[in-house]
């Protein structure tokens, strides 16, 4: 489709302009002349004497004003037939196709997101001449082509209403772009012998494919997920994955991608609030946390703003009373399984599927040694991560403890370079030592501080936390209630192990048929002063609750034991 400009006749004046409109104009003398009558000056450039210019016409404001802007070399189109034809050689050329509009941006200029289903292009407009534009609309588009950062992009030449049935073309565009949203393989990173994770990959496909429009719709992502070493592998899978597809669609990533973390083991109100007002209308892919009762109100006010996937192995919410604010929840408790399949293993598959040349393997064991994963899956995630067991876990305890007290280094995170781009030896020797002491010091600690009881034939192994741990200690309560708690693995006895603060509670318990939600959901009823909150695992999470119910909660644990009894 060749770029069109009006040539008009010196009989036509003002009242023929149509704003938006494409005119053959003559430079002479500083000024540019649409006929004899209409004549208007453009205050920069470098013009040749005598030539013509395509110009837009920007405003007319009788009796014989208006303004233009120049279009440089106009007709010089390109010969690629599709988006994705184009290649840097095209640059400064025209591009004119029917395209359809996958987003619009009104601001202080028109943004544009144009497919033809093969590629994408984002395009500029100084102003706004298109009040017909809508999402799924086709149009006639001539862009000039730019690259930034070998990203596609364009400067709208013009674009009209097509003048024929577009429905076929549409229907056409839009089954394309379906096919680019697809996944790129249909092979299983994690394919275990008991067929687990070929059940749940359907569910696995579709998030990723979810993730992966986003993408190629140029819609924003935010990738909020838990403070320890599971969350952050978890989040790390799916940047590594995401991101080399991301700098082919955007010169700038900063304004398309986000990962934060949660310290709080749900998903947090003011986080929900932080995830929808960066960008506009993200895609949020909330990973270890999102599938609990405590995740409901923060889900429900994000839903408004935003469109959620969640990534989680923690107890979902029975009533599913989340799902409505989900558009893709994966989760291995929906499928009959439990939370041994933890979310590093399963953002390691939905990366796989986003973007199969990216390189996770090793992701999955890590994850798994931290969260003490077991079955078939975890014995998979090992096999394939090239890593022996002490190395893994030594490297998940160094993810947990970078992400909670080192964060970034030189504007970099250091997770990103042990993660993504494999530096183990040199951080492992840099910070391992350290770790290790801090790990030997809690030990002591533990066996300073620690009390123990019998209750209904469970041991009950509790200490202070407010006592027996500094401000920012590391490790952190939980993990230092689970170290405890690993001192009884092998005593082949039901132990329930209590990290016990002023206002929360973390727990561990190796007793059958124990579950902590179950419990914390009974304390609501009974308590519904102490304001309790919480969750976690059917054996590992924490509560919380005001201070002044701090003693009717422990005496209410016993009791739940006893009845377990």
């Known amino acids: ?137 086709i149009v006639d588009a001539s862009l000039r082509i730019r690259f930034s950062e070998q990203a596609l992009e364009g400067e709208i030449v013009s ?8 429905r076929e073309l549409r229907m056409q565009i839009q089954e394309k772009h379906k096919r680019r949203c697809a996944t790129d393989t249909e092979k299983l990173l994690l394919s275990d012998n008991a067929g687990i994770m070929e059940k749940m990959k359907s569910r696995i496909v579709r998030a990723a494919e979810r993730i992966r429009k986003a993408v190629f719709e140029h819609q924003p992502i935010v990738v909020r ?20 597809l991301l700098k082919i669609e955007h010169s700038n990533t900063y304004n398309q991608f986000s990962r934060a973390s949660s310290n709080s083991p749900w998903y947090e109100l003011s986080e929900a609030s932080r995830d929808t007002q960066r960008f506009d209308n993200p895609l949020i ?47 291995p408790y929906l499928f009959g399984f439990d939370s041994s399949i933890c979310a590093g293993m399963l953002c390691s598959e939905v990366a796989n599927f986003i973007n199969s040349k990216t390189d996770v393997k090793h992701i999955p064991a890590i994850a798994g040694f931290f ?96 006592s027996a741990m500094k401000r920012g200690d590391y490790p952190p309560p939980g993990k230092f209630t689970g170290l405890m708690h690993a001192r009884f693995k092998d005593q082949n006895q039901n132990v329930l192990s209590l990290g016990i603060a002023d206002d929360y509670l973390t727990i561990r318990s190796s007793i059958a048929g124990f579950d902590i939600n179950d419990l914390i959901e009974n304390m609501k009823e009974d308590f519904p002063f102490a304001r309790i909150e919480g969750g976690g695992h059917p054996m590992a999470g924490s509560i919380k609750m005001v201070p002044a119910s701090k003693d009717m909660i422990l005496k209410k644990i016993e009791e739940y034991i006893a009845r377990q009894g």
């Open 371 to 466: 969260d003490k994963s077991s079955g078939p899956v975890f014995e998979k995630s090992k096999e394939i991560s090239g890593m022996g067991a002490d190395e893994a876990l030594k490297l998940s305890w160094l993810v947990d403890y970078i992400g909670r007290h080192v964060k970034y280094i030189d504007g970099l995170t250091i997770l990103n370079e042990i993660i993504i781009e494999k530096k183990f030896k040199q951080y492992m020797d840099m910070f391992w030592d350290y770790i290790e002491k801090q790990l030997q010091d809690a030990e002591k600690t533990i066996s300073k501080f620690m009390k123990e009881k019998m209750v209904n034939g469970v041991k009950i192994v509790s200490i202070d936390l407010s």
């Open 285 to 331: 892919v909330i990973v270890d946390n999102g599938s609990s009762v405590s995740d409901v109100h923060a889900l429900q006010v994000a839903s408004g703003k935003a469109d959620i996937v969640v990534i989680d192995h923690h107890t979902p919410v029975k009533d599913g009373s989340n799902e409505k604010y989900i558009c893709v929840h994966l989760n």
């Open 1 to 137: 489709m060749a770029l069109e400009a009006i040539q008009l006749s010196n009989n036509e004046t003002l009242s023929d302009l149509k704003v938006g409109g494409i005119y053959v104009a003559t430079y002479r003398e500083g000024l540019f002349y649409l006929n004899y009558k209409l004549k208007t000056k453009v205050n920069r450039g470098n013009y040749k004497e005598g030539r013509k210019y395509p110009v837009h016409v920007t405003s007319v404001s009788p009796p014989d004003q208006f303004r233009i802007e120049v279009i440089y070399e106009p007709f010089k189109t390109v010969n690629p037939s599709t988006l994705s034809g184009l290649t840097l050689n095209d640059k400064g050329q025209v591009f004119s196709a029917p395209l359809m509009v996958l987003d619009v941006k009104r601001r202080a200029a028109l943004t544009l997101v144009l497919t033809d289903g093969t590629a994408n292009i984002k395009c500029y407009s100084k102003a706004d001449f298109y009040p017909f534009l809508e999402k799924g609309k």
């Open 225 to 244: 997920h838990h403070d320890d070493a599971d969350g952050y592998c978890g989040a790390l899978a799916l940047e590594a994955a995401v991101m080399p």
């Open 159 to 166: 674009l009209k209403k097509p003048e024929f049935d577009v």
